[in-house]
């Protein structure tokens, strides 16, 4: 284990549903992430916090909505997703938002817009 | 934007063999770097890292190489087990001269070890 956790594992909605991913990190870290996996492609970051700041929003749709309440706990709020959103979300933590510092993953959420 | 890539998509080696996984990326400011190990149905999970301060860096069974005149990056297995099996992503951090520094992940290698 990584001492990051997420859920729901796996989660199928419509695109007119509105859902919840949470994650949660145990490490003591300062930064989170949230990344979307596609398959045979990059990683994407999607959202950064530090310090439960948002520092990053990589250019993501509104239909995401990323909340960050306190260090420990990170939300990835869906509503009217397209089925092209359909991916493994994955969220991750570190020390700090430099990039020097090792990021540790959760399982992911996986996915499925209908 | 994002540099790293994988020279190959897939690699099969027999159990007890090295293996030999190849990144390249083309941004010079890059400063430092990770392999990440996702076996199927997880998240990444950490192997081993190195700072552009460095061209050789060893773990447990894994050697990383740094070759900043081409731009080239590999991680080597040795005695490849099955529990080795799984897709191998490295990362780079551009250096942005600020706190803002980001994680850039290549496509991934899928090692298959067989018997």
């Known amino acids: 284990e990584t001492g990051v956790t997420q859920t729901p594992r796996h989660l199928v909605m419509g695109m007119t549903n509105k859902k919840s991913l949470k994650c949660e990190q145990h490490l003591g870290h300062n930064a989170m992430y949230w990344y979307k996996q596609s398959a045979k492609k990059p990683l994407e970051l999607m959202f950064v916090y530090n310090f439960k700041e948002q520092t990053e929003n990589n250019s993501v749709p509104s239909r995401f909505s990323p909340e960050c309440p306190n260090s420990s706990h990170l939300f990835l709020h869906l509503h009217t997703l397209q089925p092209e959103d359909s991916a493994l979300y994955l969220c991750a933590s570190s020390q700090d938002t430099g990039g020097t510092y090792e990021q540790y993953f959760g399982p992911g959420t996986r996915l499925t817009v209908t | 934007g994002e540099s790293v890539g994988l020279h190959l998509p897939t690699l099969s080696v027999q159990e007890g063999d090295n293996s030999i996984i190849n990144c390249a990326y083309s941004n010079s400011a890059s400063d430092y770097f990770i392999w990440y190990k996702q076996e199927s149905g997880k998240g990444p999970q950490f192997i081993i890292d190195?700072?552009?301060?460095?061209d050789k860096r060893q773990g447990q069974r894994v050697t990383v190489l740094l070759n900043k005149t081409v731009k080239h990056l590999s991680l080597q297995i040795a005695a490849t087990q099955p529990g080795d099996s799984a897709v191998y992503f490295c990362?780079?951090?551009?250096?942005?001269?600020?706190?803002?520094?980001?994680?850039?992940f290549g496509r991934g290698t899928q090692l298959t070890v067989w018997p």
């Open positions: 190195i700072r552009s301060n460095m």
């Open positions: 990362a780079e951090n551009i250096d942005r001269g600020s706190t803002l520094g980001r994680l850039y």
